[in-house]
């Protein structure tokens, strides 16, 4: 059963320090999505990369957050420096982009920022 | 006003009942609708997904789509303990685009 993995599945880390989160879509999916969820805000978009490209990065942080694909089964969001309101559970999901077909989540990343 | 508004519960329910979850929606440009089961610390996993309106059934599960309302709903016959779970709404203006998610409705079945 194919699935989306995501790296790691917890972190804890000091304010300011960089976090790195590596998600590997499901192979043959072209769209990679990155959410965070939140009890306050819960699930909502930071990022969504077709074909490698950036096709919207409207939720992200500019200024700490960034989000790439150096290739087709690697994503990565990183952030830095990390602030305590980071903390939350973030979420990698692929599609294939083709006709519809809905996306399918990873398991997520639980951020602590202490 | 969130573009998706989703009652939070938590709801409770006997073994064997019938579970009514619904979604509201103001974004009359959704065109794909979606429901998600999400187990506390997993991601959510897809149930159900309709395109614009009608119903969709899918075993114990049944989705219903109202455009003209801006509301969705999915129904669960004879629910089960292992049903108990947080169930998320979404949906989308186009297809693979970014989903709006509901904010989740947390569900617990009692044996």
């Known amino acids: 059963d194919a699935r989306v993995t995501q790296t790691p599945r917890h972190k804890v880390t000091e304010m300011g320090q960089e976090v790195t989160m590596r998600c590997q879509p499901i192979?043959?999916?072209?769209?990679v999505f990155w959410y965070r969820q939140t009890m306050m805000q819960g699930l909502e978009l930071l990022a969504y990369?077709?074909?490698?490209?950036?096709?919207?990065d409207s939720g992200m942080p500019k200024d700490r957050f960034s989000a790439e694909m150096p290739d087709a089964t690697l994503a990565t969001l990183k952030i830095q420096p990390s602030e305590p309101r980071d903390s939350a559970v973030y979420f990698c999901?692929?599609?294939?982009?083709?006709?519809?077909?809905?996306?399918?989540f990873g398991d997520g990343t639980r951020l602590s920022i202490l | 006003q969130k573009e998706v508004e989703q009652d939070p519960g938590p709801l409770s329910v006997p073994e064997g009942a019938i579970v009514s979850l619904n979604c509201t929606y103001s974004?009359?440009?959704?065109?794909?609708f979606m429901w998600y089961r999400q187990y506390s610390r997993k991601g959510p996993e897809l149930l159900m997904y309709?395109?614009?309106?009608g119903n969709k059934e899918d075993g114990r599960f049944t989705a219903q789509v109202d455009k003209s309302s801006k509301y969705i709903s999915l129904f669960i016959r004879d629910s089960q303990p292992s049903d108990s779970a947080t169930y998320l709404c979404?949906?989308?203006?186009?297809?693979?685009?970014?989903?709006?998610f509901g904010k989740g409705t947390t569900l617990s079945v009692s044996s």
């Open positions: 999901a692929s599609g294939p982009g083709q006709g519809y077909q809905p996306q399918h």
């Open positions: 192979l043959g999916h072209n769209t």
């Open positions: 990369f077709r074909n490698r490209a950036p096709l919207d």
């Open positions: 974004n009359s440009a959704f065109q794909y």
């Open positions: 309709t395109y614009s309106s």
């Open positions: 979404a949906m989308s203006g186009g297809a693979g685009t970014a989903l709006i």
